[in-house]
């Protein structure tokens, strides 16, 4: 039963990352591109939370493979930092637009606080279930 409940935060944490990754991409993307073609700094902020997005899914993949505990346990840690990077990235080691009424202000900076204060919980959910658990 106890498997079961590890495997279920760490899927959990799987479908929270692709929903950073795809969201970035799509209904919670940054302002795009100005009139003369470049683009604003929380542009350079979205390409960073789709990587980060990639990223914690990739750690959730592997920690729903593999079957070592230690090992998952090391993923979960692995995306608590992950997902604590993803919630400064927006605002805070990039900035957004400075009007509050921009599409990256109002929409992609609190989505993706609100994402990774999931991610965090579902991957400490994991590794507390992960460190408790005994090797068979």
Do not use: Y
């Not at 795809?22 to 350079?44: I, P, Q, W, Y």
């Not at 593999?66 to 998952?72: D, Q």
């Not at 991610?119 to 279930?129: D, K, N, R, T």
């Amino acid at each position: 039963m106890k498997r079961l409940k590890i495997r279920i935060a760490e899927i959990i944490l799987l479908v929270i990352g692709l929903m950073i990754l795809v969201g970035s991409l799509t209904f919670f993307s940054a302002c795009g591109a100005k009139e003369d073609g470049s683009f604003m700094n929380c542009h350079r902020a979205q390409v960073i939370i789709t990587s980060l997005g990639a990223l914690i899914s990739a750690e959730a993949l592997a920690a729903v493979i593999v079957p070592n505990r230690m090992f998952k346990a090391g993923l979960d840690l692995a995306a608590c930092l992950t997902s604590i990077l993803i919630a400064l990235v927006p605002g805070t080691l990039i900035p957004l637009c400075m009007m509050p009424d921009m599409h990256c202000r109002a929409v992609t900076q609190p989505v993706t606080l609100l994402l990774a204060c999931l991610a965090f919980i579902a991957a400490v959910i994991g590794l507390i279930l992960n460190l408790k658990r005994k090797e068979k």
